[in-house]
């Protein structure tokens, strides 16, 4: 079979022709030069015509390789759609918590902590029972504080930084019972958005050194030593400082004793400065806070006085080797007492004639980590705070010291999940000299994710 001519091959030999047919029968009139031009230029287009036509044609693709025998398809995508289409464009989002189950063996011999108060489900100090009888071995587990956040982060065109994080757990109070339901309300731990250097919303409190905490079984550790406060906030740092304004807040014990007052009569929002000093061996802060201290009321016997309060903080972790540390914290001034170990003590004394006088105390902890292997680490910790009441205006019935030790072992069979078992002894000590002792073994299964 005859190899076909293509389309414009047949044009460009079409054209040839009807210049070779023409040219002698007008070689003689007066038009010869301008038909002369007219056919170099006609014989210039079969020429690129022609050179079109023989130039090399490109080879094909090759095509992708084939996948492996047995190789699975790649997974599809997770959507097809933004999982933020509210957010500004190319915003990120994320998500994480952890699943963790606690129980624990609790003894106390000044009385029996009791039955669904927060003491069954952490260690409070401030709540170890003095003068009661011995009380027998209780058992107590939930699953309330596993937790789950959101996230969202955002840089734009011209590198400002914008994020927001949002974080829950299940410490609500119960909304079922231990007979049969367990069930427990959700509850805000941290809800906040910050852009560049400011941050506003509820978080941990400024005054707060978070990263000095023990790795400790117990929800908080050393709790009687720590200051442990979430609330909201305005926040600026810049470099190693940062300084805030933060919910105010004060706790009275009433003249001679008697039930604690919270007051919210505050004018003045509490204000914190920090400064971080970071290395290759860990790192050490330290904060101020001023506090004003108010309480005011009306009717018979009105209460109206304010008053005003100072406190610091020194904290930090300190790097031995790559596999022991030691970190701890001191804590010490006037108003201290809503800031340190869950409210052991108060802010504030009421005396006879309705004045407000600040609480001192001081507050600390050290513990020491180590690592036995990439799955195996413990920690030893001791813990303890004092307060300075002054018994003429609270009475010898609130608490003047606490202290607790303990030890831990927690095992990672597996990267994310820690099975932990801590042991500890508490004792807690009133202005009459009364005491109280709480032993208890407590263990974690707590999954990451």
């Known amino acids: 079979m005859s190899q076909r001519i293509p389309q414009h091959r047949r044009i460009a030999v079409a054209i040839a022709l009807a210049i070779a047919g023409i040219t002698p029968a007008f070689a003689q009139n007066d038009r010869e030069a301008a038909l002369e031009a007219r056919v170099a230029e006609l014989e210039k287009m079969v020429q690129l015509l022609v050179a079109q036509n023989t130039a090399p044609v490109a080879a094909p693709a090759a095509p992708a390789p084939a996948a492996a025998p047995g190789t699975p398809p790649p997974p599809p995508p997770i959507q097809a759609t933004t999982i933020l289409p509210g957010a500004v464009a190319g915003s990120k989002f994320s998500f994480g918590g952890f699943i963790r189950d606690d129980m624990m063996f609790t003894r106390t011999d000044g009385g029996e902590i009791a039955d669904g108060s927060v003491g069954r489900d952490l260690y409070l100090p ?26 969202i982060d955002n840089v734009s065109d011209a590198g400002d930084k914008v994020s927001a994080k949002v974080e829950l757990d299940l410490f609500g109070g119960a909304l079922g019972n231990e007979v049969a339901t367990n069930t427990y309300g959700v509850t805000l731990r941290h809800a906040y958005v910050s852009w560049n250097n400011w941050l506003a919303g509820q978080t941990w409190s400024n005054f707060m050194d978070a990263a000095a905490l023990p790795d400790s079984v117990d929800f908080i550790g050393p709790t009687e030593g720590t200051v442990f406060v979430r609330q909201p906030q305005i926040r600026y740092t810049q470099g190693p400082w940062s300084f805030s304004v933060e919910n105010p807040e004060t706790t009275i014990t009433p003249f001679h004793g ?24 860990g790192h050490v802060t330290a904060a101020i806070l001023f506090r004003q201290l108010a309480y005011e009321t009306t009717g018979t016997g009105a209460v109206d006085d304010t008053t005003t309060a100072a406190a610091v903080s020194i904290s930090g972790k300190y790097l031995i080797t790559p596999n022991d540390d030691l970190r701890f914290a001191v804590n010490a001034g006037d108003g201290i007492g809503r800031y340190t170990g869950l409210g052991i003590a108060a802010d504030a004394e009421l005396d006879g004639s309705g ?95």
């Open 126 to 151: 401030g709540g170890i029972p003095v003068g009661g009888a011995d009380e027998g071995t209780d058992v107590d587990s939930h699953a309330k504080f596993s937790r789950f956040w959101f996230g």
């Open 258 to 281: 008697g039930t604690r007052i919270v007051s919210d009569d505050n004018s003045l929002p509490d204000f914190t400065a920090r400064y971080l000093h970071k290395a290759t061996w």
């Open 355 to 449: 004045q407000l006088d600040a609480l001192s105390g001081i507050a600390g902890f050290v513990a020491y980590r180590h690592a036995f292997d990439p799955k195996l680490r413990g920690n030893l910790y001791y813990s303890a705070a004092n307060y300075d009441n002054d018994t003429v205006l609270s009475g010898t019935a609130v608490t003047s010291d606490v202290h607790a030790f303990s030890a831990n072992l927690i095992y990672s069979p597996l990267p994310k999940l820690d099975v932990g078992a801590e042991l500890r002894f508490a004792n807690r000590e009133l202005e009459s000299g009364a005491d109280g002792d709480l032993r208890r073994l407590h263990f974690i299964v707590r999954y990451n994710f």
